[in-house]
């Protein structure tokens, strides 16, 4: 199956989503599912729709609360860190690896 069929038979099944979205899931789909002939079912493409959905959604989430913490943590100046302020980084680099590994699904570094 190429990207451009899953695309397609993304878009038939799920029409509200935008064509951003469609290629987002389409690169993690296709990266994650290792029989291809299982997208071949509406069952299957479902199936693997659903897991990708819910791994991009997961790091979305995190990326926002770690941005969130990054920007507040930022608005303090520049002061020595502190161990909470360590660990925050720490938690944006992981964080960071695991949207990288989730789109080229390969172990990261961090």
Same mark, same amino acid.
């Given at each position: 199956m190429t990207c451009d069929q899953l695309a397609y038979r993304l878009?038939?099944?799920?029409?509200?989503?935008?064509? =951003? $979205?469609?290629?987002?899931?389409?690169?993690?789909?296709?990266?994650?599912?290792p029989e291809l002939c299982q997208l071949e079912s509406d069952e299957g493409l479902d199936k693997a729709w659903r897991n990708a959905s819910f791994r991009l959604d997961a790091a979305s989430d995190q990326h926002a609360a770690v941005a969130d913490e990054l920007a507040s943590? =930022? $608005?303090?100046g520049p002061i020595q860190f502190s161990p909470d302020q360590l660990w925050t980084l720490l938690r944006a680099v992981k964080v960071q690896s695991q949207i990288l590994e989730l789109y080229t699904d390969q172990p990261a570094l961090a």
């Open positions: 878009q038939q099944l799920r029409p509200e989503l935008s064509a =951003c $979205d469609i290629a987002r899931l389409c690169v993690l789909i296709l990266t994650t599912c943590m =930022c $608005d303090d």
